[in-house]
């Protein structure tokens, strides 16, 4: 069963920007970290960002400077604000929670998972 639930995903031109929202269980969503992943079509899920209870965030190299991913811990919310997309953004990009704090790029770290929202990028 899914523990997070994604939304905001949709359809968008090259270079336009969308925010995703993942919304978490209220107990312990301040204690832990949280990450978002994407998959394409025929593709392994590969890390897009991730961000501490402390606040520090990490990014991949293919979305840094053009991502961002933030917390609020009083709605138990995190965000993915994607900017300048591009065609290979094209995924489900999934939000992710664990209560582990390091080797987080690697999804079998996670133990929460939301359903997934898809990602399309035209030009």
């Known amino acids: 069963q899914v523990q997070l639930v994604e939304s905001g995903g949709g359809l968008v031109q090259a270079g336009g920007s969308l925010r995703l929202s993942c919304a978490a269980p209220?107990?312990?969503?301040?204690?832990?970290?949280m990450g978002w992943f994407r998959q394409a079509p025929g593709k392994e899920r590969e890390f897009v960002a991730l961000?501490?209870?402390?606040?520090?965030?990490n990014y991949a190299t293919s979305v840094k400077g053009r991502f961002t991913i933030s917390r609020d811990n009083a709605k138990n919310t995190v965000y993915l604000q994607m900017n300048s997309l591009k065609i290979e953004d094209t995924a489900v990009y999934y939000c992710?929670?664990?209560?582990?704090?390091?080797?987080?790029?690697?999804?079998?770290?996670?133990?929460?998972w939301g359903q997934g929202t898809q990602v399309t990028v035209s030009s």
């Open positions: 992710a929670a664990t209560a582990f704090r390091m080797l987080l790029t690697t999804p079998s770290r996670y133990e929460y």
């Open positions: 209220g107990r312990t969503f301040s204690s832990y970290t």
């Open positions: 961000i501490w209870s402390d606040g520090t965030t």
